[in-house]
């Protein structure tokens, strides 16, 4: 019998789901969204894309290869509670170090188990992400039910400002491998990439230094005149949270840039693809329950190439505007369950974005051929 203490999760639509608490106690509110990954919960919970939101995971074991430091997508735990169906405390993994409720509770995080996380999921579903609350302990739950329908949700939110790092700082670091870790690739970087960090995943990072690419990473409030004093030899715009319309300040600057430096290559991941968008005058579109989860099959429309591909997005850049007849851009990728634009690249000049993770953490790594063309962006110029 599981010692954890009773807990439910309110939504704004007037549901309530008990369950048991694990993680730290108290209160946490959100958006709620559902992840449909079978694995990778500890690139879930450190990936800051995921602020402001509570996430539920659909597979209905989670817990079973613990915490390990080598697997963290950032310095800490973004998501702001998470709801599981069983919660396996005793994990099995020889790399881990630490169970996952002993990582919430060390980080503040509240989680949920026992939980009908189907029954959650398809409502979500069908009426789209909600906010919610999570509570431990006896709680009235008209009173949560409140909480959950005063709770803000993301539209129009700048949360990319609340995950940026602090200062600029530059890396050079591979991808994992067993026994070595994250080494520092062999030769010396061939190419300086600017990353403006709106959340970024260091899997985005290690990619780019496979490729010998060193990375300088800079906050998302950046202007264009110090990241053109940097002189670099490309520019990536990363993934991250919120509402892209939110940050205008991040689109002002890339449009800046573009203009300044207009052969400069250009990448933006998720969304680095939605503020590119923006910078070139679309306006982007909030999806009913969005895309999050490690098995989005998406077609490649230049080869007809399909990928199952890692994805975690709110918002999406119209499919109508990248198909006018007068766009600048023209749409590389599609989504196959929706049929929403999942890449663009411009006509002329060297921009290309696609709205999912081809760096994957968690995920399959079907779709990192999309860095060599950047860095074949780079070898162009």
């Known amino acids: 019998m599981k010692s954890g203490n009773k807990a439910c999760l309110a939504l704004s639509d007037g549901t309530v789901f008990e369950g048991r608490s694990f993680g730290a106690a108290g ?10 990954g079978m694995s990778g919960y500890q690139e879930i919970l450190s990936d ?54 002993d990582y919430l509770r060390e980080q503040g995080v509240v989680g949920i188990e026992e939980v009908d996380t189907r029954s959650l999921t398809r409502r979500l579903r069908d009426r789209g992400s909600m906010t919610g609350i999570i509570a431990v302990g006896d709680h009235d739950p008209e009173e949560l039910l409140a909480k959950a329908r ?18 600029s700082y530059e890396f050079y670091e591979g991808t994992w491998r067993l026994g070595e870790g994250h080494p520092r690739p062999p030769s010396e970087p061939r190419f300086t990439v600017a990353a403006l960090d709106f959340g970024i995943k260091k899997n985005i990072l290690r990619m780019l230094g496979d490729r010998s690419c060193k990375v300088i990473v800079l906050p998302a409030s950046t202007p264009a005149r110090e990241i053109l004093d940097r002189e670099p030899d490309g520019l990536l715009l990363s993934n991250g949270p919120g509402d892209p319309e939110g940050v205008p300040y991040a ?22 693809h939605q503020l590119l968008g923006l910078a070139l005058g679309c306006k982007t579109i909030k999806l009913k329950f969005g895309h999050h989860g490690a098995n989005h099959p998406v077609m490649d429309l230049r080869t007809r190439e399909v990928a199952i ?21 023209v749409m590389t990728h599609v989504n196959l369950n929706d049929q929403t634009c999942e890449g663009m690249r411009h006509r002329e000049r060297p921009l290309m974005s696609v709205q999912y993770h081809p760096e994957a953490s968690p995920g399959p790594h079907d779709a990192e051929s999309l860095f060599d063309e950047f860095v074949e962006m780079m070898e162009d110029r």
């Open 309 to 329: 591909t890692s994805q975690n997005h709110n918002f999406a850049v119209p499919v109508e505007w990248v198909q006018r007849p007068d766009s600048e851009v």
């Open 48 to 101: 800051p894309s995921y602020r402001g939101q509570i996430v539920t995971m659909t597979y209905p074991q989670i817990g079973n290869t613990g915490i390990n430091p080598e697997d963290m997508e950032s310095d800490r735990v973004w998501v702001n509670g998470f709801v599981v169906r069983e919660y396996i405390d005793r994990p099995s993994s020889f790399r881990s170090q630490m169970s996952l409720g």
């Open 27 to 36: 209160e946490t509110a959100g958006e709620v969204v559902f992840h449909t």
């Open 150 to 167: 005063s709770t803000p949700g993301i539209v129009g939110r700048d949360l990319a400002r609340e995950v940026t790092c602090e200062r």
């Open 251 to 272: 689109f002002a600057a890339v449009r800046e840039v573009m203009q300044e430096r207009p052969r400069l290559p250009v990448f933006g991941i998720c969304l680095g």
